[in-house]
């Protein structure tokens, strides 16, 4: 099936956040660099690509995201006891204590691989992950004087490198390949992500998590675009599309396996494996048991159609409307996530069970 063009990407203001609590870990980390997309994004979207498309809203800090209140990335800076993560492009210049170079729309590969496979539904700024590491590599003068000062320094902080690849699939997806096709992707990407580590790992990083993918046939905007009349291709536990997500779990079992090969290759450092895809398939099969009342697949700021996304209507755009409660669901935007379902994955990674190992197991190490 071929899709639908790709509808523009707005960020939504967050009107309303709910409080959590973290028992804060302090002094363990010193700062927090994190690479990836819209799933980890704390403004670099809106400050690059404002001038490109000049409709995006300019939002007040801290809540440039997608999202109705903090990531992930968030949480982890709150429980290490460190400032949420500024933007790499902000600027303060101020990254003594991290920064932030992921961009909404972010993919692992670099622009060049898709224009060379035909793949033109891309970002129109490129914000891959390896030129998110060169921006890395220019940022360390506010940080460190030299090179062995940069790896005293990146020994103490924890490096987060992800959520990569959803991006590169679907890009490739909303160009006709179909998803066997777009499995022959997954050596590629992951090879991207491990060679990431590498050199972080080679600048002095002792700690990095890496993220795997979500369950994209659990993702609203998906469920909408690649819709079907066949039962069959429906898991009937969850609602969700069953060969999407089968694209995801490969990348996360061949992410797993080179994560692996990385610990033993580097027996200094600690690569954790930070999982997506279990918690929020666990959140479409028993929502209520997490607290999301209104479900896992209904979006909260849409514009109607059976999951609440319309891509004429959805968040950010005329036509589109907030739920009341937005807690109460797993789907912000009908993309990304809401605050109390990245605060929920968040504390698996840092408490377990989703991640491999704990941070906290890390920590004690």
């Excluded at 939504?12 to 690479?35: D, E, Q, R, V, W």
């Excluded at 699939?169 to 992707?185: C, I, L």
């Amino acid at each position: 099936m071929k899709a639908p063009a790709r509808p523009l990407l707005l960020l939504s203001l967050c009107l309303s956040c709910l409080s959590f609590g973290f028992a804060i870990s302090t002094g363990y980390y010193n700062a927090i660099f994190s690479f990836g997309d819209s799933f980890s994004d704390t403004g670099n979207f809106v400050i690059m690509e404002s001038p490109v498309l000049p409709n995006i809203p300019v939002f007040p800090p801290p809540y440039a995201r997608c999202s109705n209140g903090r990531l992930v990335i968030d949480f982890l800076a709150e429980y290490f006891g460190l400032p949420l993560l500024p933007p790499s492009h902000s600027i303060s210049k101020n990254f003594t204590q991290g920064a932030n170079f992921a961009v909404i729309g972010a993919t692992a590969l670099p622009l060049e691989y898709f224009k060379k496979n035909n793949i033109y539904d891309i970002p129109p700024i490129n914000s891959s992950l390896p030129v998110q590491l060169d921006w890395f590599d220019d940022l360390k003068q506010y940080v460190c004087n030299s090179t062995q000062e940069c790896k005293d320094f990146f020994r103490r902080s924890l490096f987060v490198v992800g959520e990569f690849g959803g991006n590169d699939y679907s890009f490739a997806m909303k160009s006709g390949r179909t998803v066997e096709q777009v499995k022959g992707m997954v050596p590629t990407v992951v090879d991207a992500l491990c060679a990431a580590v590498e050199k972080l790992i080679n600048d002095g990083a002792r700690h990095v998590l890496v993220p795997g993918n979500l369950p994209s046939g659990c993702i609203p905007i998906m469920l909408t675009f690649y819709q079907s009349s066949n039962k069959d291709h429906y898991d009937p536990r969850t609602g969700c599309l069953k060969g999407m997500n089968s694209l995801a779990l490969y990348h996360n079992a061949v992410l797993r396996i080179e994560l692996e090969k990385l610990n033993k290759k580097y027996p200094e450092a600690r690569v954790i494996y930070g999982d997506y895809y279990g918690p929020v398939v666990q959140f479409a099969r028993t929502p209520e048991l997490y607290g999301f009342t209104n479900g896992a697949l209904m979006v909260c700021c849409g514009g109607g159609g059976p999951y609440n996304y319309n891509a004429s209507a959805s968040c950010g755009l005329p036509g589109a409307i907030q739920c009341t409660e937005p807690n109460s669901h797993v789907s912000w935007d009908g993309i990304h996530l809401t605050e109390a379902a990245y605060h929920y994955i968040a504390n698996g990674w840092i408490k377990g069970p989703y991640a491999y190992p704990p941070l906290i197991s890390v920590m004690e190490e």
